[in-house]
């Protein structure tokens, strides 16, 4: 990424976005200034913010309860995970369900 971000000239109108769960793992010479002017941290998702999420992945998935319901019940046991854990949730789930 460094060697892209130097081939650049000055006078492009290039934006480069970021992401990483492991700040503490980057290269300090991508993050020195000149190359990534802001930083945004994004923390982990509320309850209410876990259910949106869990509601995405429920979508066209066949369900025998109300997904509000199982949207509010699986946010509610999972504080501290982020979207790829509920993803993971909601995949592990469908295979299960598919075994029986």
């Given amino acids: 990424m460094l060697t ?16 990483t769960n492991r700040p503490e793992a ?16 994004v923390g982990e ?5 876990r259910q949106k999420i869990i509601a995405v992945h429920l979508r066209g998935v066949p369900l025998e309860e109300d997904p509000q319901v199982i949207c509010s019940l699986v946010a509610s046991l999972t504080p501290g995970f982020v979207g790829a854990d509920l993803a993971n949730i909601i995949n592990e789930a469908s295979l299960l369900a598919a075994r029986r």
């Fill in 4 to 19: 892209e971000m130097d081939g650049f000239e000055s006078d492009m109108k290039v934006v480069v976005i970021a992401a």
């Fill in 45 to 49: 998702p509320d309850a209410t913010g």
């Fill in 26 to 41: 980057l290269d300090p010479a991508l993050c020195r200034p000149g190359r990534f002017s802001r930083k945004v941290f």
